[in-house]
């Protein structure tokens, strides 16, 4: 029987835990354990999960000092899993427990990583579905991993895939293309969504926006954290590029007799873009000496082993 662990964030769900609990119970086809993370709840959240592990012993709750959100909060539950699968989910019973089985049916087929597509979501279209489906779509087009529903928390994974990625800002939602990037086969299918009816969303258009700026630095991360000279110097030489260009045009208009240095802005636009250009070419620099000291301070290489034979 499948051993699994299920990390469930929570902020101010006082009146879904004792339900949540009690679909969890009833889930039979497998062993678990329910990892429960305040994240600084401000409701009564805090003693009903207290109540609820002295209750169940399949129950372990870590408190937060203060609310650090939803990433930090599936860090943490990570970190404490015990059994070789992780699911996460949210707290809110927008997430159907018993999807669980199905994911892990899908993974005895060979699979790293089973997302969960909210393929019928129960959310408002405008404010929710549409500019997650935006998101979705960027998501997949600069990582390259293909998956319609990033957002849905419910995934399972094999706990060595997320045993060594550190999470910060927004980037649990990436975790799938992290894990596609170190190799391991993700898929995803459909799940289950059910409207929200106690307690209100943490998610609005802002942290979209976030999400998108945590995806830059994902797409960074990806493509050069071990050469991030070649990102930064060719960013510094398409800016002397452009230097180049806007001089060149301030010189043929000057020699034209169709306009003098001081009458256009071009030499002051090819200026600013050789600064530019030289700035990023000393960051590429610096950020080359910060990945070294990294990598050589802390032993650590540039390549993963998946195992070797004979040793």
Known sequence: MEKVSIVIPVYNEEDNLELLLAKLQALTDFEWEAIFVNDGSKDQSTEILDELAQKEARVKVVHFLKNYGQTAAMAAGFANAQYDIVVPMDADLQNDPADIVHLL?????????????RKDRQDAT?????????ANSLISYITGVKLHDYGCTLKAYKKEVIQEIRLYGEMHRFIPAYAAWHGAKVTEIEVKHHPRIHGQTKYGLGKTFRVILDLLVVKFLMDYPTRPMHFFGLAGFYGFLLSFIFAIWAIVLKLLALRTFSSTPLPMISAIFFVVGMQLILMGLLAEMVMRNSYEGQNKTTYKIRNKVNF
Request: proline fraction near 5%.
């Open 105 to 117: 049916a899908k993974m005895t087929k060979g699979y790293d990583v089973v997302s969960g597509w």
């Open 126 to 134: 405008w404010t929710r579905v549409w500019p997650s489906n935006l």
